[in-house]
C-alpha cells in the first residue's frame, strides 16, 4: 500500500468518474428511450414499462442521484481495461454495479432503520418501506437481464456463469441478513471467525464480488482468475466493511452519510462492538449494553457509549484485523498476475478502501 500506488489509484479514480457518472444517467437515471429499451430487452411491455417507472424509479434513483463513491463501477472499469476491453463497450455492466449498490443498501437501511443514507433522507423514510422494497427488487432483478447479448458484447457460456453467481450471491445474501437480525435480537458477541463469515455473506452483492467477478467475466478471464477476482472481493468487502464500522463510531469528514453511531442505535452487532464488550468491565459493559438499539437514545449517551469502546482498545483490534484481511488481498492480487500497472490500481484501491477512506 505505497504512497504511490494510492496517487495512481486517486489519479484514476478522478479521470473515471465523469464516464461512470454518464453511465448512471443511462440506466435509471431517467424515465425515457434508456428506460424503455431496457424493459424491451426484458420482454416487459411499454405500458408496464413506463406505469413501473413513474411508481418505481423515485426511491433507486433518490440514492443514484446523490452518487456515492461509485468504487464498485470504478473496480469494474479497472478489471475490464487489465483485460485489455475498453469500458465503453460495457457501458451498462458499469452502471448496473452502482445500482445493486443502491438496491441492496435500500434493503438494509431498511432492516437498520437508518434514517439517512448519503446525506439525506434514506428511501424508506421518503417513500415508506413497501414501495422501497418493491422498487430494489425491480432494479436487482433487472440487473440480471444487464449481463446478456442484448446489453453487453458476451456469449451464451458467460450469461449462464453470470447467473450462477447471482443465484449464489442472492442466497447467501438473504442468510447473512438473517443472521445479522439474529444475533442483534439476541445482543450476542461475535468472534472474528463468526462475524467475517457473516459479514461475507450479508455483503456478498453489496461489496465487491460482483464488480471484480462479472468484470473479470466480460473480460473473458480463466476460471482461475476469476475464482481469485471472486475471493479478493469477499476479503476486500471485508477490510472495507471494518474500516467502515470505526468510521460511523468515528467520522473523519463532515461528508459522513450516515448518522454517528449509527450502528449502537439500530444495535447491530459489529465486530468493534464485541472486542469491546470482551475489554470492558462488568459496569461499563452493562452501559454500553443497555444503549445498543435505543431509538431514543440521547446524544450524551451514545458520546459517552463511544468514548468507552475507544477506551478499551476496540479500535485498535479491529485495525489489526483490517492489517490481516488486506495482507490475504495483497496476496490475491500478485496471484492474478495482471500487468504492473493494474496490479498497483489494485493495491490502490485496496489502500483507499481499508484506511483512507473519509466517507
Known sequence: MTSRNSRCFSAYYSARLPFIGKTISLFPGKVDGHWASFCAGTGLPLSYSLAAGKVLLKPVNSYLSRKGKMLRSLLSCLVLEAGGKDPSAFAPL????????????MIDDMIDASPSRRGGASAHVLYGCERTMLSSGMF???????FSRDFLPVTPRQERKALEWFVKRHLLTSVGQTEEIYYRRLRRLLSEKRYFQEISSRISVLSFGGPLYLAGLAAGFTDRRLKILDELGDYSGLAYHLHGDELNLFPRSAEWGKEKGDDIISGTMTYILSAAFRKLGRRDSAFLKKCLGRKGLERRELEKAIGLIKASGAVEENRKAVDRLCLRCSELIRAL???????KLL????????YERKK
Open 94 to 105: 458499469v452502471s448496473m454495479m452502482e445500482i445493486m449498490e443502491s438496491d441492496t443498501i
Open 347 to 354: 493495491e490502490g484501491a485496496l489502500g483507499y478502501m481499508a
Open 140 to 146: 436487482y432483478y433487472g440487473c440480471w437481464n444487464i
Open 337 to 343: 498476475r495482471f500487468p504492473e500497472k493494474y496490479e
